[in-house]
C-alpha cells in the first residue's frame, strides 16, 4: 500500500521546497531579527518568539541560494529541531500538500555536495519538483559558517533513505 | 498509583533517608552515647528494609536487615560504637546507595555479592555480649516505627509500668475504643494532666521529626517552568510600564504599578522555591573529611558555619564537586599529620571550617584549615619546574600571586600523588567550575598557619542585573559583576585624552594606562560614520584585568532574564546569551572575558606583565608609599622602597663564600652578591679597611635585603631591620653622602633613602643576571 505523508512547503528562490508537516510548530510572518555579530553567515540573528529566543536560520544562505532581495520581508517557518524550535527564513509559504512515497526520488548525484545532507530526495509533482528538507540538518551551522556535510555518515543516510523508498 | 511510582517514592525517599545516615553515623561516631541519633539511624534503617521486603528487593533486604541487627545490638547497649563498626555501617550505607541507582537505572536491584559485607556486619555483632538478639520490651519495638510512642512518654514522665501499657494495649486489641490514654486514666494508673502533657510531648516530636505534613514534592522541571514563566511575566511587566509611561492614564498606570510589585515578589517567591540550603551539599562532608582523614592518618575536626544559606538549586549542583574537592585538598594537603602538628605546637586533630553567608548579592564560602599553609617557596619553584611561568616573572610577583599560581593548569605541588589529590588537575577546574557560574575564588595562606579559601558565587543564574548599551544600532547587556565604572569624554577631551601605544589606544584612567577596545570594531559593525561627539567608555574587569570598552551610548541597568544561546551560536564566544527586552525585542549578553580574550586583552596564560607592576609603582609615587626601614650608621634609619625588595632573608655567616674579593653566597640556585651596607657607606679612605673586617663573631646570621634591580638580583647586607611603614615622604632634604637619593621624614624621623643603582656603582659589585648555580660549580671544577 503506497505511504503518503503532508509536507509544509514554501518558495526559495523560486524553486519549491517542503518539510514534513509534523515537524513544523507554526509558520509566521516576518519578524524583527536581532542580529548577532562574528555569527555565521547562515544565521540570521534572534527572533522573540512569544517570549522564546529563537536562532532564525537563513535558509537561502543555508542552501546557497541568491541572497534574498533587498525589501522582500522573510517569513519564518518554525520547526522543531533536536535542540529546540528554530526559525527557517523562506521567501513565500505555500500550501500544505500531500504526497505519496512512490513519487520520491534520491537527489541526483550530481547535486552540490555541500547541500546534499539538507536536500533529503524531491517529490515529483504536476508540472514541478518539491525538494524535500532535513529539518536536523537544515538547522545545524558548520563552525565556519559553511554547510558541508561532506561526511559519510550523512551520505549514508541519504542512501539509505531512498533504499527505504524503494 | 502504580508500581513504578511506589518504586520511585521509595528510591527519592531512601536518598534523603540515605544522606542523612551519613551525616548520623559520622556524628555518632564522635559522640557514641546520642541515643536520639542511634535510634534515627536505626529506624531510617528499619525503614529502607520493609519497604524492600515490600518492593521485593531481596538482596537490599538482606543487608539492611545485618545492618539493622548490628544497629539494634549498639541501640541496647550489648556493643558501643567504634571506628571499625561505623567505617562497616558506612559501607552498608554506601552498599544500600549502589543498589538504589541500581533500581533507579534498570529497575532491578541487578548482580551484586554482597557476601563480605553481610559477613563483616554479622562478625562485628559476635563482641562480647551474650544471648540472642531479642527486643527487649515488648512497646519498645513499637516504638521504633513511630518518632515517640504515648506509651514510651508516660512511662518515662508519669511512671506508668510497661505492664500497664501492656494490658491497656491488649484491651485496645480487644476493641476497646478508646485512646491509650483514657484507659490508662480509667484504671488509674496515670492522672489526665499527664496524659495531656504526654501528648504535647508527643505533638512537638512528631512536627520536628523527618516527615513533616507542611511540605510537598515537587517536580523541578515544574518549577524551572513556573521559574521560565515568572520570566516572560517580568518581560511583559516591563513593557506594560513602558506603556503607562506614554499613556497618562492615572487608573492605569496605578493598576501598572500593583503589577509591578506583585511581579516583583512573585519572582522573589519563586526563586525562593529553587533556593536549596548549602547544608545540602555541605552534609555529606563530615564523612567525606572522615574518609580522607582516615585514608591518610589524620585527625580532623570539621565545623560548619551558616549551612542554612540558601542559593539556587542550579548553582549548588555547580558547585557541589568543586567544594568537595577544596575540602579534601584541605585535609590531605592542608592539615599535617597529627605527630607533625604536636611538633609545630598545635593540637592532635586539624580544625577544618566551612563558612557560608550572604554579603551584597552574593553568597560567600570559605574553606579553612589551620595547617601547614601554602608554602611560598616550593610554589615558586614548582611553577619555575613546570614552565608555567619564567624566573623573572617569578622574582616580581607578590606573595599573593605566587599562591594564585596554584589555579594555573598543570599545577600540583603535592609531594606525592595520593588517591586523594595531587594530579594536578585540581584547583584550575575548581577555578574554571566556579568561574563559569560567575563566582571567582580566592586564596589566602600563612605558612605554617593554615588557608582560606574564599569562592563567591552569585544567588541565581536565571536573573541578572545588567548594564544596556547601544552600539552600531543594537543594544547588547552587559553583566553588572563585570563592570568597574563608567566614564564619558567630552567631544573635544576625547580627541586629547585617548592616545596611541604603536597603534592601540589607551585612556589614562587616574594615571594609569587603560587598554580600549572599540565594540563595534571587535563585532565588526559597521561604523556608524560620523564619530558621535562624545565618548563612553565602560570600564570592565576580565580576569583580573581591566579594559575599557568603547559604545555609542550608555543606556541604562536593568534586571534581565538569562536565555542560553542554541548549538547555531555556541561557536560565537564574544556572548554568553540573550535577552528578551522591554520592547519585546532580542538583545545580546556580552561574555566579557570572551571579549577581551578576542581582543587580546587577557591572555590564555593570565599571566601578569612586569609593566603594569610598574605603573603601580609609578602611581604611588605622589601618594602614600611603603617603606622598609632599616638601622643605618651611627643609629641613623635609612630605607627603601618596599616594592622594590624581593624577599627578607637571614643567612647564617657561615654560608658566606668569597669570590673575586666580593661576598656571595648560594640563593635559590644562584649566586647572589653580597653587599655590605656598612661597607658602601663607610668613607672612601676607610672602605678598604672595612672591606677585609672580619664579620662581627656576634652576627651569627646577616640580615639580608634580597633586592632586584632591572632584573638582577643581590643582596644587601644590614645590621637591624626596623619596620614597614607607610608615608608619603614628601618633606623632603637633598642627599649629603653618595649612595643615598635624599633625606626625608618618614614615620616622624629624618630617614635617608638608599639610591641602589648608586650603590651598586659605589660597591663595584656588577649584579651580574643570575646564573645557575650549577654552571658555575662546574666552571669550578
Redesign the interface.
Known sequence: MAQSSQYCTFYLDKLLFGVELKGVQEVIRSL?V???????AA?S????LR?????A?DLRRQLQLEPRPPGLPAMNVVVRSD??A?SLLVDEIGDVVEVEEISFEPPPGTLRSSVRSMVQGVHKLNGRLLHVLDIENA???C?DGQTGFGDHSSENRITDKSDLAD | MSESDIVNDFLVESYENLDRLDRELVGLEKNPDDRDALGSVFRTIHTIKGACGFLGFNKLEAVAHVGESLLTRLRDRQLTLNPEITTALLSMVDAVRQMLSQIEKAGQEGERNDSMLIATLTRLQQAPAPVEVAPVPESRSEAVGLPTSIGDILMQRAGVTPAQIQSAAEKQKEGDPRHLGEILVEQGAVRPADVVEALRIQRSSRAGGPASDSTIRVDVGLLDKVMNLVGELVLARNQVLQFAKRIKDTGFLAASQRLNLITTELQEVVMKTRMQPIGNIWGQFPRTVRDVALSCGKQVNIEIEGKETELDKTIIEAIKDPLTHLVRNSVDHGIERPEDRVKAGKSPAGRLVLRAFHEGGQVNIEISDDGAGLNVERIRKKAIERALVTSEQVASMSEQEIFNLVFLPGFSTAQKVTNVSGRGVGMDVVKTNVERIGGTVDLQSSFGRGTTVHVKIPLTLAIIPALVVTCGGDRYAIPQVNLLELVRLEAEQARTAIEMVHGAPVYRLRGRLLPLIYLSRELQLEESGERADAVNIVVLQADDRQFGLVVDEINDTEEIVVKPLRKQLKTVKTFVGSSIMGDGRVALILDVLGLAQRAGVVSESRARPVAEKAAEVAETAGEKQTFLLFAGLDDSRMAIPLSTLARLEEFPISQVEMSGGQWVTQYRGRILPLIRLSVVLEERRNRLRALHAPPAPDSALLQVLVLNHEGHSFGLVVERILDIVEDRADVRSPANRAAVLYSAVIGNRVTELLDIPAILRVAGVSAARPRPVTKSAEAAN
Open positions: 524583527e536581532t542580529r548577532v555579530p562574528l555569527a555565521p544565521v540573528g534572534l527572533i522573540n517570549g522564546q529566543v529563537v536562532t536560520v535542540d529546540g528554530v538547522c545545524h551551522i563552525a
